[in-house]
T-cell receptor
Framework: GQSLEQPSEVTAVEGAIVQINCTYQ??????LSWYQQHDGGAPTFLSY????GLEETGRFSSFLSRSDSYGYLLLQELQMKDSASYFC?????????????FGSGTRLQVQP | GAVVSQHPSRVICKSGTSVKIECRSL??????MFWYRQFPKQSLMLMAT?????????EQGVEKDKFLINHASLTLSTLTVTSAHPEDSSFYIC?????????????FGPGTRLTVT
């Protein structure tokens, strides 16, 4: 079976740092993706971890610990435009489909 | 870049009618396309996976006779919601992945908002 947990809402101020955690239980796990979605828009790919450790892409970083079934997305120097929903998505090998399962999403509100 | 389009972006239909949504990969060949639905402030729920030239694989609980998926070419997949009812009103999003891509590289379309009255 599969399960995913991430916080439902996070609020922070401009310029701050925010960490969004994700714990998962996924059969056939092969990697963890993160997506951003603004209201009414399509998800856009942010980051991916296949191996343990930190991946840095500009202001965004993502971390994975396979042994703990845990990952997080770190957003630095927050900007108002970062207000959006963020989804972690563990990838699973399932009959060769390599489908993604999205978490419930974390709604980030950046305040001035 | 990799661009995926969806048409229409919004559709309003009457209960009992059928609606077809198109998903196109504009600048790459997509061997696999995924269809998701999303209710307000909720997550994306995978409905089905379609591979070009073969039958779609539906997720548990998704009625294959109600949500007809056709992936007739490497750039086009269609989702037809048959005999739509108000509870089918939702945001439908497709994503596409090219054959040579790493598994996490999915490109999402802009979504189609379906309202059934």
């Amino acid at each position: 079976g599969q399960s995913l947990e991430q916080p439902s809402e996070v609020t922070a101020v401009e310029g701050a740092i925010v960490q969004i955690n994700c714990t998962y239980q996924t059969s056939g796990f092969y990697g963890l993706s993160w997506y951003q979605q603004h209201d009414g828009g399509a998800p856009t790919f942010l980051s991916y971890n296949a191996l343990d450790g930190l991946e840095e892409t500009g202001r965004f970083s993502s971390f994975l610990s396979r042994s703990d079934s845990y990952g997080y997305l770190l957003l630095q120097e927050l900007q108002m435009k970062d207000s959006a929903s963020y989804f972690c998505a563990p990838g699973a090998m399932d009959t060769g489909r390599r489908a993604l399962t999205f978490g419930s999403g974390t709604r980030l509100q950046v305040q001035p | 870049g990799a661009v995926v389009s969806q048409h229409p972006s919004r559709v309003i239909c009457k209960s009992g009618t059928s609606v077809k949504i198109e998903c196109r990969s504009l600048d790459f060949q997509a061997t696999t396309m995924f269809w998701y639905r999303q209710f307000p402030k909720q997550s994306l729920m995978l409905m089905a996976t379609s591979n070009e030239g073969s039958k779609a694989t539906y997720e548990q609980g998704v009625e294959k006779d109600k949500f007809l998926i056709n992936h007739a070419s490497l750039t086009l997949s269609t989702l037809t919601v048959t005999s739509a009812h108000p509870e089918d009103s939702s945001f439908y999003i497709c994503s596409a992945r090219r054959a040579s891509a790493r598994s996490y590289e999915q490109y999402f379309g802009p979504g189609t908002r379906l309202t059934v009255t």
